[in-house]
């Protein structure tokens, strides 16, 4: 059977669209960071089965470098990538293989559920650490596993003790936040700590690298994966099993859309003026 008779065959539940548009961030020789859409053809050559529709064609990407990375499976799905945001427009509208829901404000249940509810693929919240920690985070914590998160992500500042009693009262994993070398990462780890999810901005592939000789090759280590693929790669030969990746911001692809259509509607009356001097002559 041809290519094309197979596609014929299958032409009730293959969508017309062939393409979509993919968004993904790239550094200019300035190191500074531009959004780039992409038209990405779907090439049915590849043997991957893929659903594409007319309307849903704009995806935020995560690096594909993020792929090399061995993963971390939670209640059996395997986790390579952890999409770094709150928007729930993002979140629904990315290829990452979970979302890890952070904020630098006082958790709150209503937030947790807001993206859960809105996220289509596993969501690890975060529950305190700095001004929000003791009871407080017990039952955030308590709250997230049973509102559907995988997991809760708990701040650097976070107490072991606490840490404890969060572990005692939840049945998914807790991800303890390492920022430094300073931390005390055997403690969080002794106090039931299951992951550690690493930010320790430029000195975060030293830190993982330390932490995977430390640790050993079986715990898992989450970490931010830094501004490009480079970084991205050198993380993961560090010892990380997943990487976060932080995406662009609504208003950062909007405006390169309007650029896109301005330049649209330019090329139309480029070619509309055309047309009237050819009409002229």
Known sequence: MTDKELREGFSGFLPEASSYEAITVEEDKDHESHVVLTQVEVEWDKKVPEFQSSLRNRIVEVPHEIYKASGIKVFGKRIKSLLFSTDVALIRNSNAGSVIAVYPFTPQSVIMQAIISCASVPVFVGVGGGLTTGQRSVNLAFQAEQLGAYGVVVNAPMAPEVIAEIKAQVDVPVIATISSFADDFMAKKEAGADMFNVSG?????????????????????IATGGPNGESILATIEAGANAITYTPPTTADIFATVMDKYRDRVHDDEARQEIVDEEATK
């Open 201 to 221: 901005g430029s000195k975060t592939v030293e830190l993982v690298r330390h932490l995977r000789h430390e640790l050993g090759p079986e715990f898992p280590i």
